[in-house]
């Protein structure tokens, strides 16, 4: 039995709009957070909901609220908080990390806003992937950022000193 959900718009236009992912999508953020499962540095976390209370998302034109979203977070693991009874619902320590993978109806421009808000709430880098160009574009800040594609090897994050096989974030 098929069964068809209306959903109602509840009309928020300044709240983010969760896009739906795809499948390169979801290929990219399994492949990269496996990635950095090895390294003993960093906690990936997927999907966790930032809380940016000290900043005022709309001065950088994000469609949010009272959150941002990543689609992957990197945590020092000595920052790393341990298992808790109450889990947490809103982290406000950020991430020294952010990556988003950018799904085919997003826009660029949209993940930057995200990005000068990340900087602003003192994230060291943020990564753009972009799967239907096979291309990572790693940020130290808005003016200071390198991109790769398969022609390279790896993409290099100065400021984390992360190294990672471009091949393998792809990857089937």
């Known amino acids: 039995m098929t069964e068809?959900?209306?959903?109602?718009?509840n009309g928020h236009p300044e709240e983010e709009v969760k896009e739906m992912g795809s499948?390169?999508?979801?290929i990219a953020q399994a492949n990269l957070?496996?990635?950095?499962?090895n390294d003993e540095r960093f906690r990936a976390i997927t999907e966790l909901s930032l809380d940016p209370n000290q900043l005022d998302l709309k001065q950088f034109g994000?469609?949010?609220k009272d959150e941002l979203i990543p689609d992957i977070c990197l945590y020092k693991k000595k920052q790393a908080h341990p298992k808790q009874a109450r889990d947490i619902m809103k982290m406000t320590e950020m991430p020294v990390t952010v990556l988003e993978i950018l799904s085919p109806k997003q826009s660029?421009?949209?993940r930057l806003a995200k990005f000068e808000?990340?900087?602003a709430l003192s994230v060291?880098?943020?990564w753009?992937?972009?799967p239907s160009l096979e291309t990572v574009t790693v940020y130290a800040n808005m003016a200071d950022y390198k991109s790769f594609g398969t022609h390279e090897s790896e993409v290099i994050d100065e400021m984390m000193d992360i190294h990672l096989p471009i091949q393998k974030i792809f990857a089937w």
Request: hydrophobic share 50%; charged share 25%; aromatic share 16%.
């Open 4 to 9: 068809l959900v209306k959903f109602e718009d």
């Open 23 to 26: 499948l390169n999508h979801g």
């Open 33 to 37: 957070t496996a990635l950095f499962y």
């Open 62 to 64: 994000v469609k949010a």
């Open 108 to 110: 660029i421009d949209e």
């Open 117 to 119: 808000a990340y900087f």
């Open 124 to 126: 060291k880098s943020c």
């Open 128 to 130: 753009l992937v972009v």
